[in-house]
C-alpha cells in the first residue's frame, strides 16, 4: 500500500469492454519527509488507478498495487494493477499528525 494525492484524472473513450464506467485518476505517491518528518512528500512519480471509493482531486489516499488492487468486488473482474481503496483522514508519525484532511488544502 501506498499513500498518494489526486492530481488529476484520466478519460479513455476506447477500451476494453469491462473498464466502461470506470473512473480512472492520476495519483501522486506521498513519502514522510526523510529530514524531519514534519510532512508528507511528493514523489514525482504518477500512476493512474481506479478509483473504488469516489476520490477527489487534491485528497490524500490510500493506494495497492499488484494483485491486491483486484480484491475489491469492484475491481475482481477488470485488468487492472493500481487502485484507490481509502481517503485519508490523517496520518501520524509518533505522536505527531503530518497530515489532516480537515485543516489540508487541495492545492499542495
Known amino acids: 500500500m501506498f499513500l498518494g494525492r489526486i ?5 479513455s473513450t476506447q477500451k476494453v469492454e469491462s473498464m ?4 480512472l485518476l492520476i495519483v ?3 513519502r514522510v519527509n526523510e529530514q524531519d518528518q514534519s510532512d508528507l512528500q ?3 512519480r504518477t500512476f493512474v488507478v481506479v478509483d473504488t ?13 499488484g ?5 475489491t468486488p469492484e475491481t475482481k473482474q477488470l485488468p487492472v494493477d493500481a487502485a484507490v481503496i481509502g481517503i ?17 488544502t487541495s492545492s499542495k
Do not use: M, N, W, Y
Not at 492530481?7 to 478519460?11: A, I, K, P, Q, R
Open 28 to 30: 501522486e505517491p506521498l
Open 7 to 11: 492530481t488529476g484524472s484520466l478519460v
Open 88 to 104: 485519508v483522514d490523517e496520518v501520524q508519525v509518533g505522536s505527531h499528525s503530518i497530515f489532516d484532511a480537515t485543516t489540508s
Open 42 to 44: 511528493p514523489t514525482g
Open 53 to 65: 471509493v469516489g476520490a477527489g482531486e487534491g485528497e490524500v489516499v490510500l493506494c495497492v498495487q
Open 20 to 23: 466502461v464506467g470506470q473512473k
Open 67 to 71: 494483485s491486491s488492487a483486484r480484491f
